[in-house]
């Protein structure tokens, strides 16, 4: 189930953590869906072992022991927080106090005040620029300190000859990575029906695209179509197509065919940013754009599986 088809408990503020929301069911499960609890119970009694499971509770009484715990702990702290049964029904959130102390903190104080008696859980308990332990592992591209190490792709790279533009994969701004891509808020952000693109304007008018246009844009990985948004914003020689486009290929199974809804992975290499970090190199690909002057692609990235 989604967080709209059961009952739950959340917490909120980044880092702080200061605040609990109770997150009431808006739908029953729809279709076939079911809760975690219901389904690791209902696998817990193919087990024989459900009891042990529930220890007897519904999903609102783990929810009520959950809060209880966490009201302890603020009892603790000298915060008073309301009843379950309270908070539950005024289903309004909680917002715990900030301490003065808090207000004033400052990372690594404690350590810099006396190195001694607040280490750090570091292996000498100090700041290391230098490590032991990921220079034992002796990686070719991950030393034992910060150090350069040049991109698979980039400006300066051979393949930037064919594809002269550097890739900015951003987070949008208007859904949650590939999430909502199919509600009315795509109308914010789609251009030409299709994930944006964005240009700097010499970038631009070297190819003969206006805004608003529909863009190929190419590597030898893949090929998407894009809609022009032009913007001095951008720097020069990158281009920006934020990810989370759902893909839509114009032949699906065949590799290497376009994606009419700009799905950004098209282009980038999956490869993690070092043998150690395994990191996103979402923005380390070089590409090429042109006006695109193929055969009217219709977008179907957002129509309904047919039924089989």
Not at 84 to 101: D, G, Q, S, T, V
Not at 163 to 168: I, Q, T
Request: proline letters at 7%; a negative charge; one cysteine or more.
């Amino acid at each position: 189930t989604t967080s709209y088809e059961r009952n739950d408990l959340e917490m909120g503020g980044d880092y702080s953590q200061r605040y609990v929301f109770p997150m009431h069911q808006c739908v029953p499960p729809q279709h076939e869906s079911r809760n975690d609890f219901d389904i690791f119970s209902a696998i817990a009694a193919k087990l024989g072992v459900q009891e042990q499971y529930t220890e007897g509770k519904d999903e609102m009484l783990w929810l009520k022991q959950m809060y209880d715990g966490m009201a302890a702990q603020a009892r603790g702290a000298r915060v008073a927080l309301p009843p379950f049964n309270m908070f539950w029904e005024a289903n309004n959130y909680i917002r715990f106090p900030i301490p003065e102390a808090n207000r004033q903190w400052i990372r690594h104080a404690d350590f810099r005040e006396n190195p001694l008696l607040n280490p750090l859980g570091t292996p000498s308990g100090k700041i290391e620029i230098f490590s032991n332990t990921v220079a034992g592992m002796g990686y070719a591209d991950c030393a034992g300190h910060p150090k350069w190490y040049e991109p698979k792709e980039w400006v300066k790279s051979e393949v930037a000859a064919r594809y002269p533009l550097s890739l900015n994969t951003s987070h949008p701004t208007q859904r949650l990575h590939s999430q909502l891509d199919n509600t009315p808020l795509r109308d914010k952000f789609a251009i030409a029906d299709r994930e944006a693109i964005l240009i700097h304007p010499d970038d631009a008018k070297a190819r003969g695209i206006q805004d608003g246009d529909l863009v190929r844009a190419f590597n030898d990985r893949g090929q998407i179509l894009v809609g022009a948004l032009l913007s001095a914003d951008i720097r020069p020689g990158v281009v920006r197509v934020c990810e989370g486009a759902w893909y839509d290929p114009a032949k699906p199974g065949e590799a290497g065919s376009i994606c009419k809804n700009g799905n950004v992975n098209c282009l980038t290499f999956d490869e993690g940013s070092s043998s150690l970090a395994q990191g996103n190199c979402g923005h380390m690909a070089q590409l090429q754009i042109e006006k695109y002057s193929g055969p009217v692609l219709a977008n179907t990235a957002h129509e309904v599986p047919a039924n089989g």
